[in-house]
């Protein structure tokens, strides 16, 4: 337990790191527990003290082989890889051809297969998966990093964790120059890229897609290159440059159509949406986000289909439909609640706020915008900050720095 690089662990990360099945683990556990040796301060969750910890690494140093040590890291890092993929698939079916490529899953591990159960086990094992990450990477198991940042990117992503995506993705491109892995590292460089978009640093971001996007295309990796040159879209339509944005929003559509990617199609629609939103552009934004939503529907994509609704009622909120767009937003913000996209949740309260406000709904207006405010202090979004507090300035009649209460 002294080796695992995480804060905790369950009775099935045990199981990996000892090589046995779950009940003998349990049955460990359960001893060291009655011993005081090891804390139990949830059901399911078990710790060791900063002393015990100290003092058992000290003694595995000591006594462990080294080979034997590598080889229970080894099964517990692919207990985790493994793991995250099978709730992932769970959570983003569609997805699944945009993550890393798996040797066959060891036996044993919890059983993901239900969205709900993926996503409590992801929040519940996220600190310990950035670790296991972070000590992959500068360890000695490069591949283990690369695949489950990899793996990871939707989740910390659209689950609003900026701090860890940084952390795993940075870890990633590290192992990705070990491994001399060129196509590794430019998805590590994009995913990085995104990051920085979502954290407000536009020129940052720029500069890690300029870059990916060179890899890719240097590469020969049409997939790649189309998905960066969306996100090149997205960042500059974010930092203002409407022609550049749609420049790249329309070379990564044409690319997408003819690789015959439908999901990448459909997101880039939606990128193509929220521009024109940006421009002042309603009818064709609502045309885009429509053809969307279409293709979400037909890929059974939740978390598309949800994008598609919000950014359609932020059309058909600058349309004067408020009621229609205040439709499109509850439906948006139960699947994104489903999901745990927390950045979802804090664009669609906001988008909801505004169309409640356009029915002259001022009180349920200023609640859903302060709502917003505080998850997007949270995640840290600052575009989705100023959002809120703009609304909330207008609403209120007071300028300056609106807290979240």
């Known amino acids: 337990m002294a080796a695992h690089p995480g804060p905790d662990l369950d009775d099935h990360a045990a199981a990996a790191l000892l090589g046995t099945d779950r009940d003998t683990a349990v049955a460990d556990l359960r001893h060291l527990t009655g011993e005081h040796l090891v804390q139990q301060p949830v059901s399911g969750r078990y710790v060791l003290h900063d002393l015990v910890r100290a003092y058992t690494a000290d003694r595995a140093r000591e006594e462990d082989r080294p080979a034997e040590r590598r080889e229970s890291l080894s099964r517990l890092f692919d207990h985790y890889v493994h793991g995250a993929a099978a709730a992932m698939d769970a959570l983003y079916p569609a997805e699944r051809?945009?993550?890393?490529?798996?040797?066959?899953?060891?036996?044993?591990?919890?059983?993901?297969?239900?969205?709900?159960?993926?996503?409590?086990?992801l929040d519940g094992?996220?600190?310990?998966?950035?670790?296991?990450?972070?000590?992959?990477?500068?360890?000695?198991?490069?591949?283990?990093?690369?695949?489950?940042?990899?793996?990871?990117y939707a989740y910390l992503d659209n689950g609003g964790h900026p701090a860890d995506a940084f952390t795993v993705h940075t870890e990633a491109q590290h192992a990705a120059r070990l491994l001399g892995d060129g196509l590794a590292e430019a998805t590590a460089l994009a995913h990085l890229g995104v990051v920085c978009w979502q954290l407000g640093r536009h020129p940052e971001a720029i500069g890690h897609l300029s870059r990916a996007l060179a890899f890719f295309r240097e590469l020969g990796d049409g997939p790649g290159e189309a998905r960066t040159l969306g996100n090149l879209g997205v960042v500059h339509s974010a930092a203002g440059q409407r022609e550049l944005s749609a420049t790249y929003q329309e070379q990564a559509l044409d690319r997408f159509v003819r690789l015959g990617d439908r999901l990448g199609e459909a997101n880039t629609l939606t990128n193509l949406g929220s521009m024109h939103v940006r421009m002042g552009l309603p009818a064709p934004a609502a045309g885009y986000n429509l053809r969307a939503l279409a293709v979400f529907r037909e890929l059974e994509h939740r978390g598309g289909e949800a994008t598609a609704l919000n950014n359609l009622g932020d059309a058909t909120t600058l349309l004067g439909g408020y009621a229609e767009a205040a439709g499109h937003y509850e439906r948006a913000l139960t699947i994104f609640l489903e999901l745990g996209e927390r950045y979802g949740q804090t664009c669609v309260l906001n988008g909801l706020g505004a169309a409640l406000a356009g029915q002259g709904r001022t009180g349920e207006a200023i609640a859903r915008h302060r709502e917003a405010l505080a998850l997007a202090t949270e995640i840290d979004r600052p575009e989705e900050q100023d959002r809120a507090r703009t609304a909330l300035a207008r609403l209120t009649g007071r300028d300056g720095d609106l807290t979240a209460s």
Do not use: M
């Open 97 to 121: 051809h945009r993550r890393p490529v798996l040797p066959p899953r060891p036996p044993g591990g919890p059983a993901l297969d239900d969205p709900k159960t993926a996503l409590l086990w």
């Open 125 to 152: 094992e996220r600190a310990g998966l950035v670790a296991v990450c972070l000590h992959a990477a500068r360890e000695g198991w490069p591949e283990h990093a690369v695949r489950l940042a990899g793996i990871l």
